[in-house]
T-cell receptor, first 112, second 113 residues
Framework: QKEVEQDPGPLSVPEGAIVSLNCTYS??????FMWYRQYSRKGPELLMY????GNKEDGRFTAQVDKSSKYISLFIRDSQPSDSATYLC????????????FGTGTRLLVSP | DAEITQSPRHKITETGRQVTLACHQT?????MFWYRQDLGHGLRLIHY???????NKGEVSDGYSVSRSNTEDLPLTLESAASSQTSVYFC????????????FGPGTRLTVL
């Protein structure tokens, strides 16, 4: 079993839809949770990170962490065609070592 | 502007050859990382370095080596390339601390025939 599970998609939605992207994980020691966005043939770029449980909002993006369920989510409001990309969740322990464990990524397609 | 670059962007090589992938960052970051990205596996850590002369093995380090002689560069060497090492390789760097953002390079697409 992988430490971090993520549905590969693709997830196809119309422009303006609310998108929900999710990851589950098995290691309860993970403390930092990140979402990266990766456009085709580019390197990943950090969207948001949260520490422990709770919500964090940044513009149209909201990250949510539920440590009791070992489940994290990224919500995108008013999705745009420019949001079409692969979204990778990543997480790490609170040990001072920055070793990220990534999910496999979910491909999102937003049609005009 | 500060940046992280990788070269070459594309490489085709033959089984058994030694290959070196370059990674150069101009942010003066302490931490540097090498990942490979494959369908069904996502990004997996190969090697990482927290400073000059420091190198550590990651999740999938067999067949790969790195050396860190300065702050800016972390070259990745495949000692004897194998077809299983066909992948897209990403280099990343971050300043120092656990919560510092990892910035990724554009990737190198390596094909081993």
């Amino acid at each position: 079993q992988k430490e971090v599970e993520q549905d590969p998609g693709p997830l196809s939605v119309p422009e303006g839809a609310i998108v929900s992207l999710n990851c589950t994980y098995s290691n309860s020691a993970f403390q930092y949770f990140m979402w990266y966005r990766q456009y085709s043939r580019k390197g990943p770029e950090l969207l948001m990170y949260t520490y422990s449980s709770g919500n964090k909002e940044d513009g149209r993006f909201t990250a949510q962490v539920d440590k009791s369920s070992k489940y994290i989510s990224l919500f995108i409001r008013d999705s745009q065609p420019s949001d079409s990309a692969t979204y990778l969740c990543a997480m790490t322990l609170n040990t001072g070592f920055q070793k990220l464990v990534f999910g496999t990524g979910t491909r999102l397609l937003v049609s005009p | 502007d500060a940046e992280i670059t990788q070269s070459p962007r594309h490489k085709i090589t033959e089984t058994g050859r030694q290959v070196t992938l370059a990674c150069h960052q101009t942010w003066n970051h302490n931490n540097m990382f090498w990942y490979r990205q494959d369908l069904g596996h996502g990004l997996r850590l190969i090697h990482y370095s927290y400073g000059v002369q420091d190198t550590n093995k990651g999740e999938v380090s067999d067949g790969y080596s790195v050396s860190r002689s300065n702050t800016e560069d972390l070259p990745l060497t495949l000692e004897s390339a194998a077809s299983s090492q066909t992948s897209v390789y990403f280099c990343a760097s971050s300043l120092r601390d656990l919560t510092d953002t990892q910035y990724f390079g554009p990737g190198t697409r390596l094909t081993v025939l």
